[in-house]
C-alpha cells in the first residue's frame, strides 16, 4: 500500500512502514493502544482528540512518529480542520464514543439517546466522509463498534442500536468506497475508562460477573483490540467486515 504520489517520497523517509494512519480517540484507551501498536513498529500516527492535555501526554509517549491534532468529531469544522492538519493518509481508524448508555429500556425517553446517536455513529460517519480528500485510494477506514449490536442483553437496547448503526454501515461503505476498503471492529467488555461512570464497587463487580462469562476466562484489555485494528489494516483482502472481539462473550 502506497501513500498519495506528492507525499510518498517524503514520507517513507520518515517511517519505514510507510504509513500514515489517522487515529480518532487516539489519546486513550483502544485508539491509543492502536497509535501505540503502529508506532512502535515505524507508522507514522496523526492522533485526535477533544482533551488537549491528554493528547500532549499520549503524543509524547508515542515518540516521533506521532502528531496530536486538538479535534471534536461531533464538530463537522473540527473534523475539516483535523485532516487540512493531518494531510495525506493511508488509513483511518475512528474510535470515538460516548460513555454510559445502560439502563432500562423503560427509562430510555429521559435519557439524551440523540445525543448518543450524535457521539458515536454520527460522528464515525462524518470522520469517514470528511477523511474521503485525503485519504488514499487503496487505503482503509477501519471503524469500532461494541459487542452490544450483536447481543441480547437486557437494559443494552440504547447501546445495541447506536452500535447496531455503525456496524449496517459497514457493507454499503465497503461496495460504495471501493478500492478503499471498510471494516470494524465489535469489542467485548474491555476494561478501559468506559466503565468509570461507576463506582469502584460496581465497576469491579460488573467486571468480574464479564469475565466470569467469557469463554477465554477474561475481559478484554485495549491491546486486544488494537491488534484487531492492525490486523484489518494490514489484510488487504479483508473489506466489509465486522469482526467480533470479544473473548467469545457474545456466545454465553
Known sequence: ????????????????????????????????ATARLLSDRGDRVSIGGRNAVRLNAATAQLGSFATGIEVDAESVDSLRHFFAAAGALTDLVVTVTRRGGFGPFADLADTDLIGAFVGKPVAHLHTAALSLPTLAEQGSITFVSAGSAQSAMPGTAALAAVNGAIESAVPPLATELAPRRVNAVSPGVI???????????????????????????????PEDIAQAIVALIDNTFLTGVVLPCDGGLRLT
Open 191 to 221: 476494561e478501559t475508562e468506559w466503565w468509570s461512570e461507576l463506582d469502584d464497587d460496581a465497576r469491579d463487580s460488573t467486571l468480574a460477573e464479564f469475565a466470569k462469562r467469557a469463554p477465554v476466562g477474561r475481559n478484554g484489555q
Open 1 to 32: 500500500m502506497s501513500l498519495p504520489s506528492n507525499t510518498q517520497t517524503e514520507d517513507r523517509c520518515h517511517n519505514p512502514g510507510g504509513r500514515h494512519v489517522a487515529i480518532l480517540g487516539g489519546s486513550a484507551g483502544i485508539g491509543l
